[in-house]
């Protein structure tokens, strides 16, 4: 069972916004998002919350409040069909990283 | 570019041992701790385990402790990890990935290496 709550699945049509959220974060700590292709090496998406690494479309934002955090993609489009995983920090955990258990976005 | 390639996956009865490794390149590997990620089949992403920089901080995951030990030499830009008494629960794809400093993600990850325990 992962620390980090994400809904298993979300999908939506070509063009429209989707969000995906993550519970039970640490308020102390950041929160990253990874988008994954199974088979491939999965890509850092979204860092400390809010911030894209290079060459990540602004397509894709991240926000963080309190214990909560989510990740929203606008226009969305068939290869961002992949898993989406949060991440985060827990020193309460023996000071470890921690993963939320995925969220697979489907492209109807 | 900076690059992460794992080797040494493959089959291994329960109870055995196993070293995986991951060859650096594209970067100053000495200067950036590393990290062990897996993913078992179905399931999602687990942290394993970390090592700082010049090798002598190490974290583990209470999943693995005592049976993993994670170590690098910076003279060949090459991560291990050495796995022993290895069970069904250990079967994954194995990833490691770079730190990304001070706010604690994973900028960079390799492809993998599949480790199946299975008698």
Known sequence: QSVLTQPPSVSGAPGQRVTISCTGTNADYDVHWYQHVPGTAPKLLMYGNTNRPSGV???????????????????????DEADYYCQSY?????DSWVFGGGTKLTVV | QVQLVESGGGVVQPGRSL???????????????????????????????????NG?????????????????????????LQMNSLRPEDMAVYYCARDGGWQKYFDYWGQGTLVTVSS
């Open chain 2, 56 to 80: 002598v901080n190490k974290y583990y995951a209470d999943s693995v402790k005592g049976r993993v030990s994670i170590s690098r030499d910076n003279s060949k830009n090459t991560l291990y």
């Open chain 1, 57 to 79: 479309p602004d397509r894709f934002s991240g926000s963080k409040s309190g214990t909560s955090a989510s990740l929203a993609i606008s226009g969305l489009q068939a290869d």
């Open chain 1, 90 to 94: 827990d020193s309460d955990l023996n």
């Open chain 2, 19 to 53: 070293r995986l490794s991951c060859a650096a390149s594209g970067f100053s590997f000495s200067a950036y701790a590393i990290h062990w990620v897996r993913q078992a089949p179905g399931k999602g992403l687990e942290w394993v385990a970390v090592i700082g920089s």
